[in-house]
């Protein structure tokens, strides 16, 4: 009888254990706190295999930071339903960016509150992934708000802002929902739609908040 041969686990499933564990590690312990041994242990393999597969800290944290960003754009993406008017695709979009940071508390925290504060390099990915979502945001009211005014030619600058806003607000209430017990995905998109919708509604009718015109610039106080 022959003997049989123990299977090798393929490089990639191995390096996805020890993403897992190292994102565990960093969203629960926090960068510094985090040490290579214990994700070493977490992921079930020795710490030379961790240098090895992913040559130091910063750029373990780098891949992980890397992964759950496009995992969240790709839910992100993927949740939008372009079939739907204006308000059902941003309902679609906030349910899949809820129900993803939901699921991923740990990625999250490692998005949003661990890669922002410990150096240029680790926000700068942040940043491209934020920048990717509030580009996506932004084509997603702009057309929206074109296929209702039925102008083809509404600018995007000018609806940039709210989708800046917007995913702004969405990343607060996914700090908040994810730290306050029984609060659903559906709960905290339903939130931010009646907290955003109000304003973008009425600029999908054409008919935007009027700013009041302003006097003359109000002359400086000077000190007495």
């Known amino acids: 009888m022959g003997v049989g041969k123990t299977?090798?686990?393929p490089r990639a499933v191995r390096?996805?254990?020890m993403l897992d564990a190292a994102v565990r590690t960093f969203g629960q312990r926090g960068y510094m706190a985090a040490s290579m041994d214990e994700i070493a242990?977490?992921?079930?393999?020795?710490?030379?295999?961790?240098?090895l597969y992913l040559n130091s800290k910063e750029d373990l944290f780098t891949a992980c930071i890397r992964r759950e960003a496009r995992a969240l754009t790709e839910a992100v993406r993927a949740g939008v339903r372009p079939g739907l008017p204006a308000d059902g695709q941003l309902w679609s979009g906030l349910r899949a960016f809820f129900t993803h940071t939901a699921r991923n508390p740990d990625g999250w925290a490692v998005l949003h509150l661990q890669a922002r504060t410990h150096g240029e390099r680790f926000a700068a990915?942040?940043?491209a992934m934020r920048e990717e979502i509030v580009a996506f945001v932004t084509?997603?009211?702009?057309a929206a708000a074109r296929e209702a005014h039925r102008d083809p030619d509404l600018p995007e600058r000018e609806v940039a802002g709210l989708a800046e806003a917007l995913v702004g607000a969405?990343?607060?209430l996914a700090d908040w929902a994810n730290a306050t017990s029984g609060v659903t995905a559906k709960q905290a998109a339903a939130t931010l739609m009646n907290f955003a919708w109000a304003g973008?509604?009425?600029?999908m009718a054409g008919s935007p908040w009027p700013a009041p015109e302003e006097s003359e610039e109000e002359p400086v106080a000077q000190a007495g």
């Open 139 to 142: 084509q997603l009211i702009a």
């Open 200 to 203: 973008l509604g009425d600029l």
């Open 41 to 51: 242990e977490l992921a079930g393999v020795s710490k030379p295999l961790v240098y």
């Open 170 to 172: 969405a990343e607060s």
């Open 125 to 127: 990915e942040v940043a």
């Open 15 to 17: 390096e996805q254990q």
């Open 7 to 9: 299977k090798r686990m």
